[in-house]
């Protein structure tokens, strides 16, 4: 697998991951428990758990790829828990990936 190829794959991911979050957080969960409505919960809640996974995965093929071990790597896998944390770590790390 090509570096560039994990760098947009990783930098995709964590879009896709930060937005399920929100929407977990923001949207579905309020309708669960304000309005008695758990059907998104259970939709958005397993698309996020895959893409949580996904972005795992991918994150530890960068790491070993680009022999990028340490904080970074564990910031951003801590930033994959907090709202609008793979939107920070992106910026800050993801953007500034060499893939040559």
């Known amino acids: 697998m090509s570096k560039s ?3 947009k794959t990783l930098r995709y991911s964590a879009l896709l991951e930060g937005l399920s979050l929100l929407l977990l957080l923001f ?3 309020p309708l669960k428990y304000m309005f ?3 059907f ?3 939709v958005v809640g397993m698309a996020h758990g895959v893409l949580f996974i996904l972005y795992c995965v991918v994150l ?3 790491g070993v790829k680009f022999k990028w071990f340490g904080m970074p790597l564990v910031l ?3 930033a994959s828990f907090i709202p609008f ?3 920070y770590v992106d910026g800050k790390y993801f953007k500034k ?3 040559s």
């Open 76 to 78: 951003s896998f801590i």
């Open 40 to 42: 998104m919960v259970e």
């Open 36 to 38: 008695d409505q758990p």
């Open 60 to 62: 530890f093929g960068v």
């Open 97 to 99: 990936l060499n893939p």
């Open 5 to 7: 190829f994990l760098v």
């Open 85 to 87: 944390g793979t939107f």
């Open 27 to 29: 949207i579905a969960m």
